[in-house]
């Protein structure tokens, strides 16, 4: 079965932690992306990889981190110095810059939770 | 630079009634324009693109898009609706002109399809 994996599917985060959400790819994509997804708002570019030991920022990468070491998981770390973590947080891939449309594959999501 | 619009929040339809969601679009040349849909906690799936070719594009369960260049429309159609049709959907759009292959994702518009 090919497909993206996301874990936890719930994570807590206490204040002043930081947690690390993983993405995980079994579709051979060179891209990979973080997305997060606030109720009305659609979905916000963090983060995202082209090809291995590479990564961007996107659009909202201040609080985040990430890391592309191997080409199948691109782990996501929510630093204390976001502020606002509570969202759903999605993981997606691509076949890459080349040779792709653009369609992109999506985890099922990790959901965060400040306690 | 590339910009897309669902200018519904929610879309109510009767079952078995045919089903329209809007999109709108902006690029600079040609577009890539994609429909996803997602199901409440769970990440987006895939549901149709249109890269060129026929205007009228056919996707998974029973969707369609129509591509309408003079109107920079790519609105999501349905003949007859279901009740589990009744999910969030979002519409994306990539400019190949624009040097990125990394889609801009609408606000996404709730399908509510009433028994």
């Known amino acids: 079965d090919g497909g993206i994996t996301q874990s936890p599917k719930y994570l807590f985060r206490k204040e002043g932690q930081n947690v690390t959400l993983s993405c995980e790819q079994n579709?051979?994509?060179?891209?990979m992306y973080w997305y997060r997804q606030d109720p009305g708002q659609g979905l916000r570019l963090i983060y995202y990889s082209q090809i291995v030991n590479d990564f961007q920022k996107g659009d909202i990468a201040e609080g985040y981190s990430v890391s592309r070491e191997k080409k199948e998981s691109f782990p996501l770390t929510v630093t204390s110095a976001q502020k606002n973590p509570t969202a759903f947080y999605l993981c997606?891939?691509?076949?890459?810059?080349?040779?792709?449309?653009?369609?992109?594959?999506f985890g099922p999501g990790t959901r965060l939770l400040v306690l | 630079a590339q910009s897309v619009a669902q200018p519904e929040d929610q879309v109510n339809v009767a079952e078995g009634n045919p089903l329209t969601v809007k999109c709108t679009y902006s690029?600079?040349?040609?577009?890539?324009l994609f429909w996803y849909v997602q199901y409440p906690n769970r990440g987006l799936q895939f549901l149709l693109k249109y890269i060129t070719g026929d205007n009228l594009v056919k996707g998974s369960y029973g969707f369609e898009a129509e591509f309408n260049k003079s109107q920079t429309s790519f609105h999501l159609k349905k003949p007859s609706a279901l009740v589990s049709d009744s999910a969030l959907y979002f519409c994306?759009?990539?400019?190949?002109?624009?040097?990125?292959?990394?889609?801009?994702f609408g606000r996404g518009t709730s399908l509510i399809v009433h028994p």
């Open positions: 579709l051979n994509h060179d891209a």
């Open positions: 690029v600079s040349g040609n577009p890539y």
């Open positions: 994306a759009v990539r400019d190949p002109a624009g040097g990125s292959y990394i889609p801009t």
């Open positions: 997606a891939s691509s076949i890459g810059a080349s040779g792709s449309y653009g369609a992109q594959y």
